[in-house]
């Protein structure tokens, strides 16, 4: 998990000389840059990740706004950094004038990355094909609820299968390490009649599959 979560966010996990410090979105938290963020549409919310310069060129192509690829404020990528304010600004009142699903089929049909930031986070790990696929989400026996959704591995190994399991509940593995330790059975039902540890009792609920 440690290993897990250091790859994850290796930007921070790692330090060396000349490490450039770590982006962060804007006060609003919509995003990190003019074309890395979320914007209001006229219906919905839509995000843009559009990082490399063809994708920046088919943006300015696909919004009819070709004048933006020879705007000085805009003509390169420093320039749009600069910029971002008035950048994000202009972007913003085109994306204000159709539906985020309307951005989404045009921009994704030019290969400007670009989705709809607004629908429901849990129909789409349950239902959508690539979420199946990359196994975001896992099915789990829990002892008490019975057999139900968590989320998957953050990282995936190929020669190591990833170990799925409900949520722990307070002691259960308490005997285990117990007898792990070299506890009699006897022994450990001595501690815990006297309070020394404790384990809850798991009952499956009725309404449990």
């Known amino acids: 998990m440690l290993q897990a979560n250091a790859w994850t966010n290796a930007d921070e996990a790692y330090d060396y000389t000349g490490r ?11 995003g990190l ?11 919905g919310w839509l995000f843009l990740a559009c990082p490399f310069e063809r994708e920046w060129q ?11 690829a020879s705007d000085e404020r805009f003509s390169s990528s420093m320039a749009r950094v600069e910029h971002e304010k ?12 159709r539906t985020a699903d309307h951005w989404e089929e045009l921009l994704a049909g030019v290969g400007v990355a670009c989705v709809r930031a607004d629908r429901d986070v ?11 696929a990359n196994q975001m989400v896992v099915e789990v026996d829990s002892p008490r ?7 998957g591995a953050i990282v995936s190994f190929c020669a ?10 307070p002691g259960e593995h308490t005997e285990r390490l117990m007898r792990e330790l070299g506890y009699t059975d006897e022994q450990i039902g001595d501690l815990r009649t006297r309070g020394i540890i404790h384990w809850e009792e798991v ?3 009725p309404s449990a599959r």
């Open 20 to 30: 450039l410090p770590t982006e962060l979105p804007d006060k609003q938290c919509y």
């Open 33 to 43: 840059g003019a074309l890395y963020r979320l914007y209001r549409t006229s219906e």
């Open 58 to 68: 088919a943006l300015c192509d696909a919004l009819k706004k070709p004048d933006w």
């Open 86 to 97: 008035e950048l994000a600004e202009a972007i913003a009142k085109v994306f204000a004038t």
């Open 122 to 132: 849990g129909s789409f790990l349950e239902e959508h094909p690539q979420a199946a």
């Open 145 to 151: 609820f019975g057999k139900h959704l968590r989320h």
């Open 160 to 169: 190591a299968m990833g170990r799925f399991a409900h949520g722990a509940f």
């Open 203 to 205: 009952r499956r609920l």
